[in-house]
């Protein structure tokens, strides 16, 4: 399984809306609804932010929400803040209980 | 809702052995599939290997025959065991909770070194 694909950096204006893309395959994430996100402060324990595709999990801001096309799928910060910069990764089920990751994004709030 | 810390990293040489632990609290650990996830200095996030709540195992291709990860549900810790450490098993190592097919709690993670 080769890793998810996703844009090294973003970056926005506080306010401004940043939306990081995650590329698969037709076997992990265009075969299962089962994409999540979690957002990464170097030195923290990672956060999960979205899952199956669309959910929060409560206590997470409306501010984030997560979409899919056929083999990609996107999380969308809107309104971006300070403490909203961090690293992101997309993760998606790929069938036969294994998991496969995307490549990491650096959100970078301007 | 929980809390997972992990232990045991450090800095070992080529070909030695280490042992993590993961210790869970807050939560019914025994319920849990339970996952080994590691970072490698600037590289993304890679699964290592994964206990069910059965105690069915599985490992990476890059790990396997060489890691051991086993649970201790009365002790509610989750531990790792590496041998043969190669000098890319150098990562900073995440034990997390898996639920319904996401991660939904994860540690601080333990930086383990391999290097002469």
């Known amino acids: 399984q080769s890793a998810l694909t996703q844009p090294p950096s973003a970056s926005g204006s506080p306010a401004q809306s940043v939306t990081i893309s995650c590329t698969g395959t037709?076997?992990?994430?265009?075969?299962?609804?089962?994409v999540s996100w979690y957002q990464h402060h170097p030195g923290k324990a990672p956060k999960l932010m979205i899952y199956?595709?669309?959910k929060r999990p409560s206590g997470v801001p409306d501010r984030f929400s997560g979409s899919k096309s056929g083999n990609t799928a996107s999380l969308t910060v809107s309104g971006l803040q300070a403490e909203d910069e961090a690293d992101y990764y997309c993760?998606?089920?790929?069938?036969?209980?294994?998991?496969?990751f995307g490549t990491g994004t650096k959100v970078t709030v301007l | 809702q929980g809390q997972l810390v992990e232990s045991g990293g450090g800095l070992v040489k080529p070909g030695g052995s280490l042992r993590l632990s993961c210790a869970a609290s807050?939560?019914?650990?025994?319920?849990?599939?339970m996952r080994w996830i590691r970072q490698a200095p600037g590289k993304g996030l890679e699964w290592v290997s994964h206990?069910?709540?059965?105690?069915?195992?599985d490992y990476a291709d890059s790990v396997k025959g060489r890691f051991t990860i086993s649970r201790d549900n009365a002790r509610k810790s989750l531990f790792l065991q590496m041998d043969s450490l190669r000098v890319e098993d150098t990562a900073v190592y995440y034990c997390?909770?898996?639920?319904?097919?996401?991660?939904?709690?994860w540690g601080q993670g333990t930086l383990v070194t391999v290097s002469s």
């Open positions: 199956e595709v669309t």
């Open positions: 993760t998606s089920y790929a069938g036969s209980n294994s998991y496969v």
């Open positions: 807050g939560f019914k650990f025994s319920e849990y599939y």
């Open positions: 997390a909770r898996e639920y319904f097919y996401r991660f939904d709690l």
């Open positions: 037709s076997s992990d994430v265009g075969a299962y609804n089962y």
């Open positions: 206990i069910t709540s059965d105690r069915t195992t």
